[in-house]
């Protein structure tokens, strides 16, 4: 660039004191085209940086465990007090098969709800205590709600989310139940009030995946669930008994469970009764498989 002296007139180059400015304004011209080339450069100037606001989340959350725990508790209360009224069949009904699965099935969901609805309960009361006296072990300060949770109260999040659209879901399944026995003598209005409550069963878990639970929907919060459950019992295996009665009651009602359903499998398959399964038999009974369950699941008499 040129010196300071040639931009000024011949006749203002002798005063001192514009020399200076002339000189200061020389420095500013590197300064000025760097910035000027920037703002004309056609990607992003500089990076943008965006600021997030953290502020204290614990009365949402308290919110939030509240919410979930009044409408729990009702539904608990609904399942278990209209869980037994199907154990007396009546007369037309007493000796059939058919109307005693569904009966049973009837009592176990009801029984899942409660549970299930029970438990969520529970852990909010237990969440809700944890916030209040959030001052023994974490902060609440974060940026959302969900975030909060995540970070500090995982296992109670996850297992209030999943037990209380499980308890729901078994028993709008259970009422569907019921339906199709109240109405058994009118058959095909039985079965469209039935097939509707089905449809709000699967109706609402479809709006919980799209809109409401995280973690990929109803299946990830439920394998969430799982391992954070795992995780519980194995963590807490030596501490006292209560985690070893967990884990032995769990794996007692799967093993038995097991049994009764393969030895009423292993029963069906043997069609001649002679205590051996062969080769055709079991052909045999895996072809007629869906067409029974059809038939057991649609022809009630």
């Given at each position: 660039?040129?010196?300071?002296s040639a931009l000024l007139p011949r006749r203002w180059s002798q005063t001192p004191s514009l020399r200076a400015g002339a000189?200061?304004?020389?420095?500013?011209?590197?300064?000025?085209?760097?910035?000027?080339?920037?703002?004309?450069?056609?990607?992003?100037?500089?990076?943008?940086?965006?600021?997030?606001?953290?502020?204290?989340?614990?009365?949402?959350?308290?919110?939030?465990?509240?919410?979930?725990?009044?409408?729990?508790?009702?539904?608990?209360?609904?399942?278990?007090?209209?869980?037994?009224?199907?154990?007396?069949?009546?007369?037309?009904?007493?000796?059939?098969?058919?109307?005693?699965?569904?009966?049973?099935a009837y009592l176990l969901l009801q029984m899942v709800a409660f549970t299930s609805e029970l438990s969520v309960v529970v852990?909010?009361?237990?969440?809700?205590?944890?916030?209040?006296?959030?001052?023994?072990?974490?902060?609440?300060?974060?940026?959302?709600?969900?975030?909060?949770?995540?970070?500090?109260?995982?296992?109670?999040?996850?297992?209030?989310?999943?037990?209380?659209?499980?308890?729901?879901?078994?028993?709008?399944?259970?009422?569907?139940?019921?339906?199709?026995?109240?109405?058994?003598?009118?058959?095909?209005?039985?079965?469209?009030?039935?097939?509707?409550?089905?449809?709000?069963?699967?109706?609402?878990?479809?709006?919980?995946?799209?809109?409401?639970?995280?973690?990929?929907?109803?299946?990830?919060?439920?394998?969430?669930?799982?391992?954070?459950?795992?995780?519980?019992?194995?963590?807490?295996?030596?501490?006292?008994?209560?985690?070893?009665?967990?884990?032995?009651?769990?794996?007692?009602?799967?093993?038995?469970?097991?049994?009764?359903?393969?030895?009423?499998?292993?029963?069906?398959?043997?069609?001649?009764?002679?205590?051996?399964?062969?080769?055709?038999?079991?052909?045999?009974?895996?072809?007629t498989l869906p067409r029974r369950v059809a038939r057991r699941l649609t022809d009630f008499r």
């Amino acid at each position: 660039p040129p010196s300071a002296s040639a931009l000024l007139p011949r006749r203002w180059s002798q005063t001192p004191s514009l020399r200076a400015g002339a000189a200061v304004c020389m420095r500013l011209i590197p300064a000025l085209q760097t910035a000027a080339s920037i703002a004309r450069s056609p990607g992003p100037s500089m990076l943008a940086v965006e600021a997030v606001v953290v502020r204290d989340c614990g009365l949402a959350c308290v919110a939030f465990f509240s919410n979930m725990r009044v409408p729990a508790a009702l539904i608990a209360a609904a399942a278990v007090k209209d869980a037994f009224v199907m154990q007396s069949p009546a007369e037309d009904i007493k000796k059939s098969a058919s109307w005693t699965v569904l009966r049973n099935a009837y009592l176990l969901l009801q029984m899942v709800a409660f549970t299930s609805e029970l438990s969520v309960v529970v852990i909010s009361t237990s969440a809700i205590a944890q916030l209040q006296l959030a001052s023994l072990g974490f902060s609440l300060s974060a940026a959302s709600v969900p975030e909060l949770l995540i970070r500090e109260l995982e296992y109670e999040y996850v297992g209030v989310r999943c037990d209380f659209l499980s308890g729901i879901l078994a028993f709008i399944l259970a009422s569907a139940l019921r339906v199709r026995f109240a109405l058994r003598k009118a058959k095909r209005v039985s079965w469209v009030g039935m097939w509707l409550m089905f449809y709000c069963a699967t109706s609402m878990l479809t709006y919980s995946n799209s809109y409401v639970i995280s973690y990929g929907g109803f299946t990830g919060l439920l394998r969430r669930r799982v391992v954070l459950q795992s995780q519980l019992l194995s963590g807490r295996i030596l501490a006292g008994p209560a985690s070893i009665l967990s884990v032995v009651a769990l794996a007692y009602a799967v093993f038995v469970g097991f049994g009764i359903v393969a030895a009423r499998m292993l029963e069906v398959a043997d069609s001649d009764g002679d205590g051996f399964i062969s080769a055709q038999e079991l052909m045999r009974y895996c072809l007629t498989l869906p067409r029974r369950v059809a038939r057991r699941l649609t022809d009630f008499r």
